[in-house]
């Protein structure tokens, strides 16, 4: 376990970051550009890349829509979509203020998946505008990816999408988080040696992201009798009729869980689980040390609101836990989305996958679970951080193969051929920013 911190000493090492973005954000004025790909050897070349050479390409196109992938980066290029309304730990923001966020999502899908990803920040909170949108934009782009979209919207706006495009739709605060979350809770139940489908879960929080989760664990296995989950006004169970018509998502949950009728709120959700996945609001002190004692032996608690996890960590083993994740990076498993996306969308792409189906995700799941037990699981080492490339290798080709086998491809190709594909793309991402950080066309930090 990390080195116990005062609260004060905490606080302050997690503002830092804010305070290095203030500085840094205005000198480079963003964190993305465009690039060329293509080479110049001189102006006329522009003959060939536009008019009149381009007009071949077009006529191609024309007649065949599905050519758009091979004359085009359509088949690279996602759109990152947002209407600013759920930002994390910042709320409705609106889409100029979400702009920051979106652009180091971007960054972030280019560096870890070879991804070209922009953002598109919307000025409209309306659904179906939001849809229509997205659905115009879509020729352009070869997925979609929605960010930060307030619930119950992101579910029908999620849903309506993957219905009625024919490219990659993913929600990251849905998907993203449910697989990520997914492969440590796998990797972690090895550790203690409990079985899915035999394992007492609580979930804390019942917004868009455990929602997900809920689905995706149940979808590998686990007994949605054995499932408790608590909102802000307590356990959900069959007499929480309120939730019918207002959110039929959280009442089919009601109907499904909670098979022994427990009703409270997170105490006694707790009591007796094997499984804490609380993403509710930040803490510390939302979970308490003896809920954490009266779970089972060997229990598991992923304790990920940010900026302050619902239990501090040693708190949270003091009281008898025996793994800890949280969201954050200065504690060990953090469960951290950026594990997830790049390579869900590299694998997608490659493959020019039609959709991302959820048994696509759960691939990933165990992809990165699989990594994880050959780098050697322990109490401290659920799931892999941000640095280990190999692992988005070895998932984004596990996300291609699923969409081959599933019909969903369109282009089909070998296991090898895709992961040397994949690899090819994630290396030549990251050697180009080195290259132009050597060159100086990325300028260093300002002292």
């Not at 203030?22 to 000198?27: E, G, R």
């Not at 180091?104 to 953002?119: S, T």
């Not at 804490?276 to 009266?294: F, M, R, T």
Request: a positive charge; one cysteine or more.
């Amino acid at each position: 376990m990390a080195k116990k911190m005062t609260e004060k000493e905490l606080l302050a090492k997690a503002k830092e970051p804010e305070t290095l973005a203030m500085k840094y954000h205005p000198f480079y004025r963003g964190k993305i550009a465009t690039a060329i790909k293509a080479p110049i050897r001189g102006y006329e070349d522009f003959s060939i890349w536009y008019t009149p050479g381009v007009a071949g390409p077009c006529r191609a196109i024309y007649k065949d829509k599905n050519n758009v992938f091979k004359y085009t980066n359509k088949g690279n290029s996602i759109a990152i979509v947002s209407d600013g309304s759920r930002v994390l730990g910042l709320g409705d923001i609106g889409p100029e203020a979400a702009l920051p966020v979106m652009e180091g999502k971007a960054m972030i899908f280019k560096y870890l998946g070879g991804v070209d990803a922009f953002p598109i920040c919307l000025n409209t909170k309306d659904p179906d505008e939001i849809i229509n949108a997205v659905k115009w934009l879509s020729p352009t782009f070869g997925g979609i990816n929605l960010e930060d979209i307030a619930k119950p919207k992101c579910f029908y706006i999620l849903e309506r999408l993957r219905k009625e495009l024919n490219i990659p739709v993913w929600h990251d605060d849905q998907q993203g988080t449910a697989l990520v979350t997914l492969a440590g809770l796998i990797s972690a139940l090895k550790v203690v040696k409990k079985k899915l489908k035999d394992v007492a879960i609580t979930f804390i929080g019942a917004g868009a992201a455990n929602v997900n989760i809920y689905k995706y664990i149940t979808l590998a296995g686990a007994n949605p009798d054995n499932i408790v989950m608590v909102d802000s006004k307590g356990i959900l169970n069959q007499d929480r009729v309120e939730l019918k018509d207002k959110e039929p998502i959280k009442w089919e949950i009601c109907k499904k869980t909670n098979k022994k009728g427990k009703t409270g709120g997170i105490k006694e959700a707790l009591n007796g689980a094997d499984i804490c996945i609380a993403l509710s609001k930040s803490g510390p002190g939302v979970i308490k040390k003896e809920w954490i004692a009266g779970m089972a032996d060997e229990s598991i608690v992923f304790a990920c609101a940010n900026p302050i996890p619902e239990i501090w960590p040693w708190e949270a083993k003091e009281a008898g836990a025996k793994i800890i994740a949280t969201g954050r990076s200065d504690f060990p498993n953090q469960v951290n989305n950026s594990l997830g996306f790049p390579a869900v969308f590299r694998g997608a792409l490659d493959v020019g996958a039609k959709t991302i189906t959820d048994e696509m995700c759960i691939s990933a799941a165990y992809a990165i679970s699989e990594y994880t037990e050959e780098k050697g699981l322990s109490e401290e080492y659920i799931i892999p951080n941000m640095g280990e490339i190999d692992m988005y290798i070895k998932e984004a080709t596990a996300v291609g193969e699923k969409a081959i086998q599933q019909g969903v491809a369109r282009i089909k190709m070998s296991r090898d051929k895709l992961q040397e594909r994949v690899l090819s793309t994630i290396k030549a991402s990251q050697q180009a920013v080195k290259f132009y950080m050597k060159k100086g066309f990325i300028q260093p930090f300002p002292k």
